[in-house]
């Protein structure tokens, strides 16, 4: 399977970030992506820029050493309820949304797999949400079967999150269970690399393997082909409105 586009990315923007944007970009050309988002991480979370580094993303090219540039933030969420931290005179400047949850942006109470389960729900209604990011953290846990058909009928793209497999490695299982039950379902996934250093974009090699495993359908995968990819983006984001050519 071919990865297109890496739509997981952070810049030095995000202070544990290492590389800059242009930098990632580039690293997106290497390695001939057709796309790459640059997601740094919403306000909630520590060392995180400000909402004026989202709101004047407007001023970044769709179109960067030939590689279609998307303009993204990795929001958090910040309560049970599934409100995130996007501010919303900023979402007009943004192409691209993941939700994702840190520990260090919820509520001290300890989760749950009912609160877990709401805050996705409410999350899989938000229409400027397009990709669910690594929600197989263990630490918490939802009702998989009953929320990955939301994210589906919501238009929602289920994340395959490759810096899991470094960060996050007592994930692994849940992910396969994620996947396993979008394989079920039908509902579409991205597999991405969530780099936080120019040397990773484009890096998906235990992901693949994980999907190999399963047998994953390659038609759910949103960013497996150009064509696809450029589908979701036309349907959901006005990214394309502005440019003379795919």
């Known amino acids: 399977m071919n990865i297109i586009a890496d739509t997981h990315t952070h810049t030095i923007a995000s202070t544990h970030a290492y590389s800059t944007l242009q930098e990632m970009v580039h690293a997106a050309a290497m390695k001939k992506l057709y796309a790459i988002a640059i997601t740094d991480h919403g306000i909630a979370m520590p060392g995180a820029p400000g909402k004026w580094y989202f709101h004047n993303m407007r001023i970044l090219p769709h179109r960067l050493e030939g590689v279609l540039l998307l303009r993204g933030v990795e929001t958090n969420l910040i309560d049970y309820e599934g409100t995130i931290d996007l501010e919303p005179d900023c979402v007009n400047d943004i192409d691209w949304v993941i939700a994702s949850i840190h520990g260090v942006c919820m ?37 998989y079967e009953r929320v990955i058909p939301e994210f589906g009928r919501n238009g929602k793209l289920v994340e395959m999150n490759e810096g899991t497999f470094v960060s996050r490695s007592t994930s692994v299982p849940n992910c396969k269970k994620i996947m396993e039950l979008c394989k079920k379902h039908g509902v579409p996934i991205i597999v991405n690399s969530d780099a936080h250093f120019s040397t990773r974009v484009g890096c998906f090699k235990n992901s693949l393997k994980l999907l190999q495993e399963i047998d994953f359908p390659e038609e759910l995968v949103v960013n497996s082909s150009v064509a696809r990819f450029q589908q979701y983006v036309k349907q959901y984001t006005g990214v394309f409105d502005t440019l003379t050519s795919l």
Not at 130 to 141: E, L, N, Q, S, T
Request: hydrophobic share 40%; aromatic share 10%.
């Open 107 to 143: 509520p001290e109470q300890k989760p749950t797999v009912e609160l877990v389960t709401n805050a996705w729900l409410n999350v899989a209604k938000n229409r400027y949400v397009r990709v669910i990011g690594h929600c197989g953290m263990a630490d918490y846990p939802f009702d």
